[in-house]
């Protein structure tokens, strides 16, 4: 079984700044795509940033240039700082990692952490 566990979350005054991260644990041989998703009061999931497991990252246009993605494969952890936060980025933050493990590979998905900006 794999768990994926969010931290970092919180509540932020309009321009500044949150590290949320997310890491992995259980019987994992390896991890492949990690992303950061988020769904905002009455909106859908939307797609944030992801990052391969070479280091290649895309990013949402909504918060390009705002938000970094990064990964250390040695700790199975995967962060997303961002900087410059504005009222509309306010959303439960998820993050995603497809997992290699003993079992199969498979999407899993974190419980969720709460981002609020104050304007």
């Known amino acids: 079984q794999v768990q994926l566990a969010e931290s970092g979350g919180g509540l932020v005054q309009a321009g500044g700044s949150l590290r949320l991260s997310c890491g992995a644990s259980?019987?994992?041989?390896?991890?492949?795509?990690m992303a950061w998703y988020r769904q905002g009061p009455g909106k859908q999931r939307e797609f944030v940033a992801d990052?391969?497991?070479?280091?290649?990252?895309n990013y949402a246009d909504s918060v390009k240039g705002r938000f970094t993605i990064s990964r250390d494969n040695a700790k199975r952890t995967m962060y997303l700082q961002m900087n410059s936060l504005q009222p509309e980025d306010t959303a439960v933050y998820y993050c995603?990692?497809?997992?290699?493990?003993?079992?199969?590979?498979?999407?899993?998905w974190g419980q969720g952490t709460q981002v609020t900006v104050s304007s």
């Open positions: 995603n990692m497809y997992v290699r493990g003993f079992a199969g590979s498979s999407d899993y």
């Open positions: 259980g019987r994992i041989l390896s991890i492949n795509r």
């Open positions: 990052i391969s497991s070479g280091g290649s990252t």
